[in-house]
């Protein structure tokens, strides 16, 4: 499964910025990210149905997690874009059905992309 991200970039703290990953076959998708001297953490996450969807508690109703099987895309829309938000991101693939936010559960992973959110 090859995993390929893009759309990130540099944006001013209260912008906002949609993040693409291109993946073929059907897979629970998800969001991680890993800003420099922290561990990866989980940002979102959406199962076989796209209205199975869950968030971090940090980005909860300001980021959103979409899927377009048609494009074999997954998306994720990031508005009000805080300083702290500044990370490489990274989609991943998980074989199950419903939507974790459990970095074991994620067996295929994606480049990354780097999201820089200045003050």
């Known amino acids: 499964v090859q995993l390929v991200e893009s759309g990130g970039g540099l944006v001013q703290a209260g912008g906002s910025l949609r993040l693409s990953c291109a993946v073929s076959?059907?897979?629970?998708m998800g969001w991680f990210r890993q800003a420099p001297g922290k561990e990866r953490e989980a940002v979102a996450a959406?199962?076989?149905?796209?209205?199975?969807?869950t968030y971090a508690d940090s980005v909860k109703g300001r980021f959103t997690i979409s899927r377009d099987y048609a494009n074999k895309m997954v998306y994720l829309q990031m508005d009000s874009l805080k300083p702290e938000d500044t990370a490489v991101y990274y989609c991943?693939?998980?074989?199950?059905?419903?939507?974790?936010?459990?970095?074991?559960?994620?067996?295929?992973w994606g480049q990354g992309t780097l999201v820089t959110v200045k003050a």
């Open positions: 959406i199962g076989l149905q796209s209205d199975n969807r």
């Open positions: 991943a693939a998980a074989r199950r059905y419903s939507a974790t936010l459990v970095v074991q559960e994620y067996v295929h």
């Open positions: 076959g059907r897979y629970v």
